[in-house]
């Protein structure tokens, strides 16, 4: 068996020891989100360091553990907090908890993350879907022996967030009053902060924003079919384009401050995903 599906089959029978319960909505909650998971139906929680073989997060302010339950009835998998690439885990861990959560039965993957505007047009404290992504800076989660048990050779990647899911962000944020922004998202490594022309250059390539996170999660959650979705909490304006010299701390303080408005985005929109999933099975 391929080493990197052993270690994965590994984690979901050390997961289903513990739990037999079924998800439908993956969520990876970004910097300042994490007590969304606290404020939900919660039927179990499982600290990353009690599954064998599993990475554990560094990062301060990632509680780092999954917590299984109900939003508005919808069967969720929460990941309170993520891991990164500049952690120093290979590129096969930091998307390990992706495939794990498709293993488990998550149909959906739902991404946040705390991200610097590129775009002129956006401003600390904005909310931009993700409509498209650039990766191309970090490893892809697919070099190496292909995963037969999760997807194909060679993945088409034309749409990686699902239209339909955008069409339910876009109706969530005008039901509640929620400016969202809309643009694509660049990843690079970090954990440094961006130079002024590493971020010229992220403008020209077509950013509006950039992080160190979520792409290469969804190329990985694309591979092994599921529909994914994005946020991004515009935590600051890139390097060169304010006088502000960025910090952690900033991006902590603007993402704590947007918090109550993002976890409002997200039940709301998480109960209409699985409205629109019970209206799928009707149709069939």
Known sequence: MNSVYEKLQGCYESIRKRTDFVPR????????????????????????????GFPVSTVPGHKGRFVFGYVSQVPVVIMQGRVHYYEGYSISDVVLPVRLMKLLGAEILFLTNAAGGVNYDFSAGDFMMITDQISDFVPSPLIGENLEELGERFPDMSEIYDRNLQKILRTAAKKLGIPLKEGVYLQLTGPNYESPAEVRMCRILGADAVGMSTACEAVAANHCKMKICGISCITNLACGMSQNPLSHREVQEIADRTAPDFKRLLAEAIAEMGTEKDRQGEQE
């Open 25 to 52: 909505v993956a969520l990876v909650l970004g910097s300042g989100l994490g007590e969304f998971a606290e404020e939900i139906e919660i039927r179990e929680t499982i600290p990353y360091s009690e599954i064998e």
